[in-house]
Each structure stands twice: as structure tokens, then as C-alpha cells.
């Protein structure tokens, strides 16, 4: 599971732990209610007494895998499968680097041009693809010593803050200033439809591994997107939820939590369910 978080503030990583009022995790046997997902029992989760990773600066992108948390600070992308490297971007030359996840000394540099580099995603272990205030998205080829440029997408007017990639459904979707999404063909790196409606600049972007939904943050709102390209569900994450029923969260940098769906509302606002 990826959980990019760019930008947190938060240095601490604290697992959630079930608590002795009945929550089971999966590894104990058998099926139905011992093998549901986490968030079907939010409110029998509990932080650890101490935290499983401490970084020097905020958290910027952090991997869970079934006995370990791999972390690595802001403006660093792990790279798969192994996730012992990374992708690292945000230095004053513009360079672009590969360094050990638990280090910052460069295994390859490349300063290919002089725009600064904003968000970065790795879909597998030799391709990275960044993207940054020069408008381009710019896919790389990653050798033993050095970044190879394979190709730049052009369709944003602004500067692009957010990518996501599934290789599974070899889709990459980045997210712009410019207030609009677009879905390109991983394979192919063509155009494929842009989403747009967003009323502020993008700031994340995601993809559902399983399905291929498409998550967009943009300012307060969080929209969902099937893989299609249709509007499943628009949510204002400064709106409190009280829900009957949970099938998912979402967090937000308001601290807020989301509950999906079947939710009510604690003020007046509605939700746009946009089916």
C-alpha cells in the first residue's frame, strides 16, 4: 500500500494497533469479520506507544508492508519493488537524484534543465516520471548510472503538483494548478481525457489499485473519478461526518476524517454524489 503524504508535518510515524475491545487482525485465522479491512473498525484502532520511524524533516512518502513501514522525508519517491532507493527532487541545482532511502548520498545525479521540480512517481523500478512549474510532465528511464528523458507530455498551462501511476492499469494521471486532472496511457505516454470541474489548483492525485478510481484534492474538496473518466462522488472535507455505515476514510491537511458513504451530515451542507 502507497500512502503519499507529501508536505505533513509530522515526523513520527505511530501505527494504529487494535485495542483488547475485539478488534482481530487478519494473521489470526479464519474469515468473515476477522479478515475485514481496518476501516470496517476504526473506532477499535489505537496509536502505538512509540513510533516505528522517526525522520529528520516532514514525511513525504511511505510504504506499509505486512510487518514493516518504510518512510522517507518530504520530496522523496520510493522506488519498487524493493523500496531500498529513492527518488529525490527539490535541490537547489534542480537536480534529480537516486539515493538509499535511509541516506542522502547519491547513486545517480542528473540536471537536465532549469525548472524546478514539484511531485514525482515511480510506477515501477525504471521508469520515474516527475513532474514541475515548467508545466511538462517528463517520463525517465532509470539506468545504473544515470536518468534518461523518454518523453515529455505537454496539456497543462500550469505548474503540475500531483502524479499518480498504476501499472497495473498503465494509467498515469497528474494534477495541475491549472485546476484540471489528465489520464495518459502508461504504455503508449498519449493523452487520454482530462478531467476537469475542480474549483482550485490540484494539490494530490491518486489511483485505486483495484478498481482504477481516480482521487483529485483540490483545495478543500475531494473528487472521485472512475477510471472512465466519469464524476462518482464530490466531498468538502471541512464538512464534519457522522456515518452509519463506513466503507472508507479520507484524510485531509484539515484534520478532518471522511467516511464514505452513507453519511450525514452534521451542518447543513450537502454531499454531491454525482452518480
Known amino acids: 500500500m502507497a500512502l503519499p503524504l507529501a508536505g505533513q508535518a509530522a515526523m513520527q510515524i505511530l501505527p494504529l494497533l487494535p485495542s483488547a475491545s475485539g478488534f482481530h487482525s487478519s494473521g489470526s485465522g479464519g474469515s468473515?469479520?476477522?479478515?475485514?479491512?481496518?476501516?470496517?473498525?476504526?473506532?477499535?484502532?489505537s496509536p502505538s506507544l512509540q513510533a516505528v520511524k522517526e525522520l529528520k524533516r516532514?514525511?513525504?512518502h511511505m510504504i506499509g508492508a505486512e510487518r514493516s513501514v518504510v518512510a522517507v522525508e518530504e520530496n522523496k519517491c520510493l522506488l519498487p519493488p524493493n523500496y531500498t532507493r529513492c527518488v529525490a527532487?527539490?535541490?537547489?541545482?534542480?537536480?534529480?537524484?537516486?539515493?538509499p532511502h535511509d541516506s542522502d548520498k547519491a547513486l545517480v545525479c542528473e540536471t537536465p534543465f532549469h525548472q524546478e521540480i514539484l511531485t514525482c512517481v515511480c510506477?515501477?523500478?525504471?521508469?520515474?516520471?516527475t513532474g514541475g512549474a515548467n508545466t511538462v510532465v517528463t517520463v525517465w528511464d532509470?539506468?545504473?548510472?544515470?536518468?534518461?528523458?523518454?518523453?515529455?507530455?505537454?496539456?497543462?498551462?500550469?505548474?503540475?503538483?500531483?502524479?499518480?501511476?498504476?501499472?497495473?492499469?498503465?494509467?498515469?494521471v497528474s494534477g495541475s494548478r491549472d485546476r484540471t486532472a489528465i489520464v495518459w496511457d502508461?504504455?503508449?505516454?498519449?493523452?487520454?481525457?482530462?478531467?476537469?470541474?475542480?474549483?482550485?489548483?490540484?494539490?494530490?492525485?491518486?489511483?485505486?489499485?483495484?478498481?482504477?478510481?481516480?482521487?483529485?484534492?483540490?483545495?478543500?474538496?475531494?473528487?472521485?473519478?472512475?477510471?472512465?473518466?466519469?464524476?462518482?462522488?464530490?466531498?468538502?472535507?471541512?464538512?464534519?461526518?457522522m456515518c452509519s455505515t463506513t466503507t472508507g476514510v479520507a484524510g485531509h491537511y484539515s484534520s478532518e476524517i471522511v467516511h464514505l458513504p452513507?453519511?450525514?451530515?452534521?451542518?447543513?451542507?450537502?454531499?454531491?454524489?454525482?452518480t
Do not use: M
Open 32 to 45: 468473515g469479520a476477522a479478515a475485514e479491512a481496518f476501516f470496517h473498525h476504526v473506532d477499535h484502532l
Open 58 to 60: 516532514p514525511l513525504g
Open 89 to 99: 527532487w527539490g535541490y537547489a541545482d534542480h537536480s534529480i537524484r537516486l539515493v
Open 123 to 129: 510506477p515501477t523500478g525504471r521508469t520515474v516520471v
Open 142 to 172: 532509470l539506468g545504473k548510472k544515470q536518468f534518461t528523458i523518454r518523453q515529455h507530455l505537454y496539456g497543462h498551462t500550469e505548474a503540475v503538483t500531483g502524479l499518480a501511476a498504476s501499472a497495473g492499469y498503465h494509467i498515469l
Open 186 to 241: 502508461l504504455s503508449r505516454l498519449t493523452f487520454i481525457r482530462q478531467l476537469t470541474g475542480h474549483n482550485a489548483p490540484l494539490a494530490a492525485t491518486d489511483i485505486n489499485e483495484l478498481t482504477g478510481d481516480i482521487a483529485t484534492c483540490s483545495g478543500t474538496w475531494l473528487h472521485l473519478w472512475s477510471i472512465n473518466g466519469d464524476p462518482l462522488v464530490s466531498v468538502n472535507t471541512l464538512v464534519v461526518f
Open 262 to 274: 452513507n453519511c450525514k451530515l452534521l451542518s447543513g451542507e450537502k454531499v454531491n454524489w454525482l
